[in-house]
T-cell receptor
Framework: AQSVTQPDIHITVSEGASLELRCNYS??????LFWYVQSPGQGLQLLLK??????LVQGIKGFEAEFKRSQSSFNLRKPSVHWSDAAEYFC????????????FGKGTHLIIQP | DAGVIQSPRHEVTEMGQEVTLRCKPI?????LFWYRQTMMRGLELLIY????????DSGMPEDRFSAKMPNASFSTLKIQPSEPRDSAVYFC????????????FGPGTRLTVL
């Protein structure tokens, strides 16, 4: 069965500092990987996705993520965070992209200090 | 283009009552997913449909839960009878079985069972 681990429940960073959110997955084949962001009281918005090809993927809002098969990781990064980035971030894995249900990690709550 | 539409946005009911949650997917999308989000268990896939046909309902917690998709533009998730432990945010998502294979989430329905 597939699974996703986000080791950090909360992360606090200063505005302007760099950010890295960790994600490790367990899946038997080539995974479809996603990062979603959820603001309070809102639905989930897709930040970026990886299906194949270049292992460094660019997303919206200045986010990027790197797929490392050897480490079963798909960490999310941003070089300089803004106060508006404060939210809950979810990593997810799927078997067939949108055609199958996603398995989500428990999420990482990002707090931005002024 | 309108996103995924869910109604109601908030529902408060008493234990034992029937609850019906509704979802209208993005026009043209042919896959629909129901997820539940709780503090304890995070985001869990309940059931999903491809071309209006239920594909995997293994995530449905028990027989009190049922879901239907009578046509491509409407789906319901019903809980009968409801229990306090069903209190959660229920999300609907849709996707297109095509190049993007990305799931687009609705704003969710916050259900409180007293």
């Amino acid at each position: 069965a597939q699974s996703v681990t986000q080791p950090d429940i909360h992360i606090t960073v200063s505005e302007g500092a760099s950010l890295e959110l960790r994600c490790n997955y367990s899946y038997g084949a080539t995974p479809y990987l996603f990062w979603y962001v959820q603001s309070p009281g809102q639905g989930l918005q897709l930040l970026l996705k990886y299906f194949s090809g270049d292992t460094l993927v660019q997303g919206i809002k200045g986010f990027e993520a790197e797929f490392k098969r050897s480490q079963s990781s798909f960490n999310l990064r941003k070089p300089s965070v803004h106060w508006s980035d404060a939210a809950e971030y979810f990593c997810a894995v799927g078997a067939g992209g949108g055609a199958d249900g996603l398995t989500f990690g428990k999420g990482t709550h990002l707090i931005i200090q002024p | 283009d309108a996103g995924v539409i869910q109604s109601p946005r908030h529902e408060v009911t008493e234990m034992g009552q029937e609850v019906t949650l509704r979802c209208k997917p993005i026009s043209g999308h042919n896959s629909l997913f129901w997820y539940r989000q709780t503090m304890m268990r995070g985001l869990e896939l309940l059931i999903y449909f491809n071309n209006n046909v239920p594909i995997d309902d293994s995530g449905m917690p028990e027989d009190r839960f049922s879901a239907k998709m009578p046509n491509a533009s409407f789906s319901t998730l019903k809980i009968q009878p409801s229990e306090p432990r069903d209190s959660a945010v229920y999300f609907c998502a849709s996707s297109s079985l095509g190049d993007t294979d990305t799931q687009y989430f609705g704003p969710g329905t916050r259900l409180t069972v007293l």
